[in-house]
């Protein structure tokens, strides 16, 4: 296994235009998260599934968001109707159990610039 | 949630070691401290973490002070490739949110 894998690396949209990213976690993981990451800031939350239930959302993920993971394996996280503030790096993570007594993997992120 | 302070930035000079504290004074008992680092346009990597003891593994050693009110990343010989951003970031086990909570950490420089 190589790791959490995102898809595509760099993503380019005019605005108004809809994006979907995809994250492979490691496959034995049953938890999976999405981040964003603007430069200069540490990632912040956006959403978080155990298996294919989405337990947590972040009130920064406004209703153009919407994330699923069909089967608990992969998932994607689209955005619709794009605006210049969506421009961000978006991580995925997984992780084996809780947060607390192990360690997530994340991705290299797909960086979405939105002209 | 519980929050994390960090220096904006630290210097070290490569092979010696680096301590990257962290404040966490309003951390509870069941709180983990975590640490991870993101290198240049990679995604956050595992460091270390811990509850109470100080731990070490491969990477780096965590002490934390008894009090649980901070803690200090060592990296006993930087290298250039220690060069990164650290996060410290606390977990809780009992709101029963299972998301990290980023700060905008420590940006180490490592000097050759």
């Known amino acids: 296994d190589t790791g959490v894998s995102q898809d595509p690396r760099h993503k380019i949209t005019k605005r108004g235009q809809n994006v979907t990213f995809r994250c492979d976690p490691i496959s034995e993981h049953n938890r999976l998260y999405w981040y964003r990451q603007t430069l200069g800031q540490g990632p912040e939350f956006l959403t978080y599934?155990?298996?294919?239930?989405?337990?947590?959302k972040s009130r920064l993920l406004s209703d153009r968001f919407s994330a699923e993971r069909p089967k608990g394996s992969f998932s994607t996280l689209e955005i619709q109707r794009t605006e210049q503030g969506d421009s961000a790096m978006y991580l995925c993570a997984s992780s084996l159990t809780g947060l607390w007594t192990t360690e997530a993997f994340f991705g290299q992120g797909t960086r979405l610039t939105v002209v | 949630d519980a929050k994390t302070t960090q220096p904006n930035s630290m210097e070290s000079n490569e092979e010696e070691p680096v301590h990257l504290p962290c404040n966490h004074s309003t951390i509870s008992g069941t709180d983990y401290i975590h640490w991870y680092r993101q290198l240049p346009s990679q995604g956050p990597e595992y460091v270390i973490h811990?509850?109470?003891s100080n731990v070490n593994n491969r990477m780096a050693s965590l002490a934390i002070a008894e009090d649980r009110k901070s803690s200090t990343l060592i990296l006993h010989r930087a290298t250039l490739r220690d060069a990164a951003v650290y996060y410290c970031?606390?977990?809780?086990?009992?709101?029963?949110?299972?998301?990290?909570?980023f700060g905008t950490g420590t940006r180490l420089k490592v000097l050759a």
């Open positions: 970031i606390l977990s809780s086990t009992t709101s029963g949110t299972y998301k990290y909570i």
């Open positions: 811990g509850l109470t």
């Open positions: 599934f155990q298996n294919e239930a989405q337990l947590e």
